[in-house]
Structure formats: C-alpha cells, structure tokens
C-alpha cells in the first residue's frame, strides 16, 4: 500500500477545520492520512494540554465544537495541540513531527480573524502575518501541498454576467477583505510555497454556526416561529449569495493538496495559476513588514469553489423560510431607506430576532439554559453581498465533483436536526 500523507491543520476551529479533520479521519471508516496535527490560534484556545484523556471535551474547550468533533480527537491518527500562532517559534515547532514519524506532507491553512468589527492591525498581526509565517515555516520544510482557503470577503460586480471567473479582479470588502487578500499576495510571494488558493463561497453545513447562512438560518426559524414574514431591505434583484457546503471545503481543500503535490508551485502556476493583484493603501508597504510591493507581480494557483445553487439573498431566503413556515419578503422603498439612514438600525432589527429566539429555548421541551447558537445578526450579516463565483475551473482542471451541490431543504433539516440531537436547538413541536 502506498503511504498516506502526514497534514497539518492550522486555525478554522470556528470554521472548517472540524470539517476537514472528520473528512481525513472519519469516525467509521479508513483514514485519508497516516496523522493529522492541528495547532489553533491564541483566538481559538483550547485551555488543557492533554486533551485526549479529558471526558465531555465539548465543556473544556473555549470554541464551540458540536457534538461528534470529540469522537474525532478520540482517533489514534489525530494530534490536538494549542499554539499561539503569533510567535515564530510556536509555528516553527508546529511542524516537528512526532517522534518516529515521517514528516508533514500536507498544510491547510484556515488561520485568519473573521469578525468584522476587529481594528486594522488586529487583522494584520492575527491574519497576515501568522499566515505569512506559517507559509515562510512551510515553505522551509518543503511541504507537497499548502492550501489557503479564502473566505468570501468580496464583492463582484454588480453586471448582468451571472458568475465570475478566477482571472478576474475583485474587490475585497471592508478593513477585513483588504487584510485577507492582502495575505494571499504575502503568500504567493514566497516562491518556494507549494501554495494553492482555494476563494470559497458562502459556507454552511451541520454545527457551522459561523456565517451569514447559518445566521439566516437562525432567524427564520424565528420568523417561522412568530408566523410572520422575514423581510430584507435590500431589492429583489439579482444579488448572488453563492454558497457552499463545509463538507466540500474539506473535500476540495484535499482535492487539491493531491493535485498540487506531485506537480510543484512552477508546474501548478503553469497549469492554473492567476494574478493577485495589489488592494490596499500603497503607503501601507513601508508600513507592514514583509508586504510585497504594490507593482510586485504576484501569482499563485487560484480556485473558486461554490455550489451548483447559483444561490442569491432571494433563493436563500426562501429555502430558509419555506422550510419553517413562513415567507421571505422585502421592506418598501420607503422603509428600507430610513433603515439604512438609521445608525442604531442593527440593535432595532435584532431587538425582534433575539427576543424571539429566547422565547424559543425557554419554551423548549426541554428548555435549553445554555446554547452556541444566536439569532443576533451583526452589522456585516445585515449588510448587502453580491458574490457570483464561477466554479468550473476547479472541476476541470482539478476534477474536483462536489459531494453538496445544492442547499435545500434537506441541507437545512440536517443542520437543524444535528443542533436539536446535540441539545443546542430548541423542540417545539
């Protein structure tokens, strides 16, 4: 039997690394890796050393994790470990493999602060830099594979063209977006890096309570629940929403750790590689140690990966809401206006979601004391998006079939039926 790589999981215990690891190391079945060592974030602290041998895991660990990530720590292949990716020397030691074992064949970088609301250099210090130095620690010890999974800080242009492919220049979005494209342009100016960029839509799938889709998700059931209308203030046009499964981020995220492996970064530049062009204040790059040069010529391999839904904020809205009942509709022209005059509008909006969903768990039978979840939806989650990604590359080049093509309603039972089983959603019925 041919050997099994060895991967690293960086970050992403609030996003996908739980999904990855459960793909890698499924709790019934064959592993995909000999070993799998996953180094969290200071954000993403898991507070005892010696998790493994600790019961009720999901009580311990500071992030929320759902109730089956434990039985995947339980495995004999998976190492969980706390290291504050800020330091040099916490990243470097990531990669020392444990005694008697090969070394690390494959990285998955899911580092990166998420929340909107952080200041510049929080973004900068906790998603460049750490990122830049995860590449610089891989790139040393000449790691097959280095996958980044981009999040969907972008907005695409708001034309008639449905989708949009990986040649063309988006706009990052907001402080966060211009921080997180930012780092993709640190990484692909380390030559030697196996990397691949894997730009993803808007994700979802069982305990994923990060995300604009989960929080939809949240608040129709409560609309649902008050039997009225859920109502968006932004038009009915156009306005993709592309989303897709977390269980397709692992899958792709391996798909192309496997396709860039054995072909190196020239040969996969070559094959599929794309400018990353510069966004940011041109000042910043005497500013940010290591940010390379505004006219710097930078290309790295470049996938898109969102489902076949061709999702947008109406399609979306009314999978969520016809599955709970109710409808998706629009404010008037009138009064979506004065609320986006409104500086206050996200505390108005949210008095009516959060105090629907508390009467929610303490109705419950049983009532629910303690849950991850929230219908509170901030600024960002609130605000319009219009991603329109184009996932044929990805297919074609790297032959990548995805396993969740289309969110329905099946995709919401799942969710929801996981967080009623592990106790973290209310029952009504």
Same mark, same amino acid.
């Given at each position: 039997?041919?050997k099994?790589?060895?991967?690293? !999981?960086?970050?992403?215990?609030?996003t996908?690394?739980r999904?990855l690891a459960?793909?890698?190391?499924?709790?019934?079945?064959?592993?995909l890796?000999s070993?799998?060592?996953?180094?969290?974030?200071?954000?993403?602290?898991?507070?005892?050393?010696?998790?493994?041998?600790?019961?009720s895991?999901?009580?311990?660990?500071?992030?929320?994790?759902?109730?089956e990530?434990?039985k995947?720590l339980?495995?004999?292949?998976?190492?969980?470990?706390?290291?504050?990716?800020?330091?040099?020397?916490?990243?470097?030691?990531?990669?020392?493999?444990p005694e008697?074992q090969?070394?690390?064949?494959y990285?998955f970088?899911?580092?990166?602060?998420?929340?909107?609301?952080?200041?510049?250099i929080?973004?900068?210090?906790?998603t460049?830099?750490v990122?830049?130095? !995860?590449?610089l620690e891989?790139?040393?010890?000449k790691?097959?594979?280095?996958v980044r999974?981009?999040?969907?800080f972008y907005? *695409?242009?708001?034309?008639?063209?449905?989708t %949009?492919?990986?040649?063309?220049d988006?706009?990052?979005?907001?402080t966060?977006?211009?921080?997180? %494209?930012e780092?993709?342009?640190?990484?692909?100016?380390?030559?030697?890096?196996n990397?691949? !960029?894997?730009?993803?839509g808007?994700?979802?799938?069982?305990y *994923?309570?990060?995300?604009?889709?989960?929080?939809?998700?949240?608040?129709?059931?409560?609309?649902g629940?008050?039997?009225?209308?859920?109502k968006?203030m932004?038009?009915?046009?156009?306005?993709?929403n592309?989303?897709?499964h977390?269980?397709?981020?692992?899958?792709?995220?391996?798909?192309?750790?496997?396709?860039?492996?054995?072909l190196?970064?020239?040969?996969?530049?070559?094959?599929?590689?794309e400018?990353?062009?510069?966004?940011n204040?041109?000042?910043?790059?005497?500013e940010?140690?290591?940010?390379?040069? %505004?006219?710097?010529?930078?290309?790295?391999?470049l996938?898109n990966?969102?489902?076949?839904?061709?999702s947008t904020?109406?399609?979306t809205g009314q999978?969520?809401?016809?599955?709970?009942?109710?409808?998706?509709?629009?404010?008037?022209f009138?009064e979506?206006?004065?609320?986006?005059?409104?500086?206050?509008?996200v505390?108005?909006i949210?008095?009516h %979601?959060?105090?629907?969903?508390?009467e929610?768990?303490?109705?419950?039978?049983?009532p629910?004391?303690n849950?991850p979840?929230?219908?509170?939806m901030?600024?960002?989650?609130?605000?319009?998006?219009?991603?329109?990604?184009?996932?044929?590359? !990805?297919?074609d080049?790297?032959?990548?079939?995805?396993?969740?093509p289309?969110?329905?309603?099946?995709a919401?039972?799942?969710?929801?039926?996981?967080?009623k089983?592990e106790g973290?959603w209310?029952?009504l019925d």
């Amino acid at each position: 039997m041919p050997k099994k790589p060895n991967a690293i !999981i960086f970050g992403g215990l609030n996003t996908f690394s739980r999904a990855l690891a459960a793909f890698l190391v499924p709790v019934q079945g064959d592993s995909l890796v000999s070993s799998t060592n996953s180094p969290f974030t200071p954000q993403q602290r898991i507070h005892f050393p010696n998790l493994l041998r600790i019961p009720s895991l999901t009580r311990l660990i500071s992030s929320y994790i759902g109730a089956e990530f434990p039985k995947i720590l339980a495995r004999p292949e998976v190492e969980y470990k706390q290291a504050n990716l800020t330091v040099a020397a916490a990243v470097a030691s990531s990669f020392d493999p444990p005694e008697g074992q090969d070394p690390y064949d494959y990285v998955f970088d899911f580092t990166g602060e998420v929340r909107h609301d952080r200041t510049e250099i929080i973004q900068i210090n906790t998603t460049c830099k750490v990122a830049r130095m !995860i590449g610089l620690e891989a790139a040393k010890r000449k790691i097959k594979a280095y996958v980044r999974v981009q999040q969907p800080f972008y907005q *695409t242009p708001s034309s008639t063209k449905a989708t %949009h492919d990986e040649s063309e220049d988006l706009t990052p979005v907001d402080t966060l977006g211009i921080w997180w %494209h930012e780092t993709l342009r640190m990484l692909a100016a380390i030559e030697d890096l196996n990397l691949v !960029i894997l730009r993803i839509g808007f994700a979802y799938g069982p305990y *994923t309570n990060f995300g604009i889709v989960a929080s939809g998700i949240m608040v129709g059931s409560v609309y649902g629940y008050l039997k009225k209308p859920m109502k968006s203030m932004w038009s009915p046009g156009n306005n993709p929403n592309n989303t897709i499964h977390v269980d397709d981020v692992a899958g792709a995220a391996w798909a192309c750790a496997e396709w860039m492996a054995p072909l190196g970064r020239a040969s996969a530049n070559a094959k599929a590689g794309e400018d990353v062009p510069f966004h940011n204040d041109k000042k910043k790059v005497k500013e940010v140690e290591e940010m390379p040069s %505004h006219d710097l010529k930078l290309v790295a391999p470049l996938f898109n990966l969102v489902d076949e839904s061709n999702s947008t904020l109406l399609s979306t809205g009314q999978v969520v809401t016809s599955y709970f009942g109710t409808t998706f509709e629009f404010f008037s022209f009138v009064e979506s206006t004065f609320l986006k005059l409104q500086d206050d509008n996200v505390e108005d909006i949210n008095e009516h %979601h959060v105090s629907g969903w508390t009467e929610m768990i303490t109705k419950s039978k049983p009532p629910i004391p303690n849950t991850p979840l929230s219908a509170y939806m901030d600024k960002y989650a609130l605000s319009k998006h219009v991603v329109a990604l184009n996932n044929r590359k !990805i297919k074609d080049v790297v032959g990548y079939k995805l396993k969740r093509p289309q969110f329905n309603h099946e995709a919401v039972k799942e969710l929801v039926d996981k967080w009623k089983d592990e106790g973290s959603w209310p029952i009504l019925d």
